[in-house]
């Protein structure tokens, strides 16, 4: 499970200041010469972070429990003496604050070697041009070989009942919609390229970037390349609830502005039943000094069920109804 398998490197590996924990951020100005590992009660969220708010008759929307008391990571040192700058690729993953978070990706990526497919509510929140969105509730079905995708619209800004397909097989530069009401009467199943904003809005990703897998792919490789650099303040945040289940959270701030930094905080919950990574959230830098950090996208996998039994009919177009006949008139 997650605990037993982050907590082996959490204890080798982590370190802590003689006078309490570690905060955020360069202390003088500068990015810290080694990041800092905490484990405690997350930082409460700005406002505009709060949990998605699924719509009817979808169940209440994810909930984010903090643990009840902070726990700082027991440091395994010689004395006081720091940890010596490690020299070769195998030695920095060992002693990099980060190490947890690569270790839980790996079990993740493994995991999904025994997943042929998956189901869920996908509920989505992303800043686009300029404004925060609502947040959107998807049903996924997921085929992860060969790649398909069926997303079903659930609302509220999308129009209830839209259905996307794709299929890597069939076509892996577009995807079909179909929409519902009055216009599937007269547009029926439309083919459209995978950025088209008639798909699901308009958005950060394309289609077929969405998912858990796509997920865990990108935190591969986030975490990979924050390995090889020295200004990631992570933090792990042990029994945080996601939707009444039980996470372990990697939190990684950048504090400085950087161009080979997506991001300025990340935080990845990864579930300890499922090792998999069920919410992400990512922020950017304020837009003022000493501003909160501004939310780009925030997604949440509900009710993730895996390995259902998905055959190639799932992903199969439905019937358009009927285009209304023309008056002889």
Not at 81 to 101: C, F, I, N, S, T
Not at 111 to 125: E, T
Not at 226 to 243: A, H, L, N, Q
Not at 254 to 271: I, Q, S
């Amino acid at each position: 499970m997650l605990y037993w398998a982050a907590g082996i490197i959490l204890v080798a590996t982590g370190r802590a200041s003689a006078d309490g924990p570690l905060l955020f951020g360069p202390t003088n100005g500068q990015p810290p010469a080694q990041p800092a590992v905490i484990l405690e009660a997350p930082v409460a969220a700005p406002p505009q972070t709060s949990p998605p708010t699924a719509a009817e008759p979808i169940d209440p929307a994810p909930t984010i429990a903090q643990p009840t008391a902070p726990e700082q990571v027991e440091a395994l040192r010689a004395g006081d003496e720091a940890v010596p700058a490690p020299k070769r690729d195998a030695e920095l993953v060992a002693v990099h604050p980060l190490a947890p978070g690569l270790q839980l990706v790996q079990l993740a990526s493994e995991r999904l070697k025994s997943v042929r497919d998956y189901q869920c509510l996908f509920i989505r929140r992303e800043h686009v041009a300029g404004k925060l969105g609502e947040p959107e509730t998807i049903a996924l079905k997921v085929r992860l070989e060969p790649l398909a995708i069926r997303a079903q619209c659930m609302g509220p800004t999308l129009p209830r009942g839209r259905e996307v397909l794709y299929s890597a097989q069939r076509d892996a530069r577009t995807a079909l919609v179909t929409s519902s009401g009055m216009r599937a009467r007269f547009v029926g199943n439309e083919s459209l390229p995978l950025d088209d904003p008639r798909l699901l809005g308009r958005s950060r990703h394309a289609l077929n970037d969405y998912g858990v897998h796509r997920l865990v792919a990108d935190l591969m490789t986030d975490y990979q390349h924050d390995i090889t650099r020295g200004e990631s303040v992570v933090k792990v945040y042990r029994d945080v609830k996601v939707d009444g289940r039980s996470c372990l959270c990697i939190e990684v701030r950048h504090p400085e502005v950087r161009r080979d930094f997506r991001f300025h905080v990340t935080r990845a919950y990864f579930d300890h039943e499922l090792e998999l990574p069920i919410r992400w959230e990512a922020y950017t830098w304020p837009e003022k000094r000493g501003g909160p950090p501004v939310l780009l996208e925030e997604y949440t996998y509900r009710k993730l069920s895996l390995n259902t039994g998905l055959t190639a009919g799932d992903f199969e177009p439905r019937k358009a109804p009927p285009k209304p006949a023309r008056s002889a008139n």
